[in-house]
């Protein structure tokens, strides 16, 4: 019987989404999540949780300032959010006004920076910019963080600061790797000191992971595009782990999609990770067969999500229902400026 939106439904009260984050960086609370029940911990505790030889595999992407206000020429506020930058002067953008505007569209965007629609690509709007500021720098002075729907205020300069990781280093993202946020130096150095090997990816995470799912036959659904990067350092990493009997541990779902999209099939003698830059429309549901990653660090996603499909399908449906229940019962903190959940990879 096929999975519907309705298998991934919970209730969840309001009060429980995370409107800013912890005091500090890894002040969060963790849920680890193992086939055979659940224990709360902190994520003070991750090294605790975690063995000389694992190898934690990070997403190196850094937030744009991507949102941008205006106007269109003939009237009426715009709101633009660029979805990736294209060229020097153009991008593919979310625009969000009262009537969907058509290609030749002039747009006044705030702060005298004049922009015109070139057509569509989906659900995305081809546009370019005028004048001689390249699209990154005319994002960095103009545009604001783009923080996600569900986070309610205006993004202010601790948002610029928390909603980032500490080892961002890659321009691109419109959206944080969230699972991320909870990493600071002190962890990320006592983790390294006890053993635990880092390697790092990267994927530029777009407005589309915040899109809803529109199918109830999730056969149906079409993911967004995700460009990625995956270093042959990486590589050799995820081979030297396996062979000495360490787990891979994906930091985040686009840690997992990236290294999942590039898995290779070496028949029948396990597999291997393909080096260098791919594109990733990856839809992970129940039944997935997982290749790469044994175990996960992520935080609590949205109901009828696609992330959540893709924590069913590794961690088991009845495994995440119950993590779930027991999240909202215990008034952990959820989404992206929310609580974190370590979550082992279920073999049966």
């Known amino acids: 019987m096929p999975l519907t939106l309705d298998d991934f439904e919970f209730e969840l009260p309001e009060r429980l989404i995370a409107q800013s984050p912890a005091p500090v960086r890894g002040a969060s609370r963790l849920l680890r999540v193992l086939p055979a029940g659940l224990e709360d911990r902190q994520f003070a505790d991750l090294p605790l949780l975690l063995h000389a030889g694992d190898l934690l595999v990070f ?3 850094r937030v744009i300032k991507a949102r941008l206000q205006g106007a269109k020429a003939s009237g009426g506020r715009i709101e633009v959010l660029i979805e990736r930058v294209t060229g020097e002067y153009e991008a593919l953008a979310q625009i969000r006004a009262s009537k969907s505007p058509r ?3 002039k747009l006044l965007i705030d702060h005298g920076v004049d922009a015109e629609v070139l057509g569509r690509e989906d659900d995305l709007y081809r546009i370019r910019f005028a004048g001689d500021i390249p699209v990154p720098e005319l994002l960095e002075r103009h545009g604001r963080v783009p923080l996600p729907p569900y986070v309610t205020h205006e993004a202010t300069a601790e948002d610029e600061t928390r909603y980032q ?3 961002a280093r890659q321009p ?4 944080a790797p969230t699972a991320g946020l909870h990493f600071d130096e002190a962890m990320l150095a006592r983790l390294q000191s006890q053993g635990v090997n880092l390697a790092w990816l990267t994927l530029h995470v777009g407005a589309g992971t915040f899109q809803p799912v529109r199918v109830e036959n999730l056969e149906n659904h079409r993911m967004h595009l995700e460009h990625y990067e995956i270093p042959e350092a990486t590589r050799l990493a995820i081979l030297k782990t396996r062979l000495e009997g360490g787990r891979v541990i994906a930091v985040g779902t686009t840690s997992m999609r990236a290294l999942e999209s590039a898995a290779i099939d070496k028949g029948g003698q396990g597999f291997d990770v393909r080096a260098g830059v791919g594109e990733t429309r990856l839809f992970i549901l129940p039944g997935y067969p997982f290749r790469v990653v044994d175990a996960l660090i992520t935080n609590f996603h949205l109901p009828r999500s696609t992330l959540l499909m893709l924590v069913s399908a590794f ?3 009845a495994v995440i229902r119950r993590a779930y229940a027991h999240a909202v019962q215990n008034e952990y903190r959820f989404f992206s400026y929310g609580d974190a959940m370590l979550i082992d990879r279920n073999r049966e």
């Open 59 to 61: 997403n190196d992407t």
């Open 103 to 105: 290609a030749g569209t």
């Open 165 to 167: 990781t500490v080892y």
């Open 172 to 175: 691109g993202a419109v959206a």
């Open 315 to 317: 961690a088991g449906t």
